[in-house]
């Protein structure tokens, strides 16, 4: 199938735009325990946290385990 599409023209979306992994949304009322879990889980290395509909920020896996590490 795939010569098919080489042979036709047809582009993949990775050939004309940048693809994203899926992104994961928490509350602010979600444990770092949990968005550590989730980290982990999903392999993301960013978690989005928002409230209502509104982006209040974000955590980053180093900020996570850091996080983790220091109140162990």
């Known amino acids: 199938m795939s010569n098919n599409r080489e042979s036709s023209g047809e582009k993949h979306l990775d050939e004309v735009c940048c ?3 899926t992104s994961v949304l928490l509350s602010p009322h979600n444990t770092v325990q949990e968005a550590h879990s989730i980290l982990s ?3 993301a290395q960013t978690l989005f ?3 209502r509909g509104r982006l209040l920020g974000l955590i980053t ?3 996570i385990t ?3 590490s220091t109140n162990g």
């Open 61 to 63: 896996w180093p900020e």
């Open 66 to 68: 850091l996080v983790v």
């Open 41 to 43: 889980l999903v392999g």
């Open 19 to 21: 693809i994203h992994p």
């Open 49 to 51: 946290v928002a409230d």
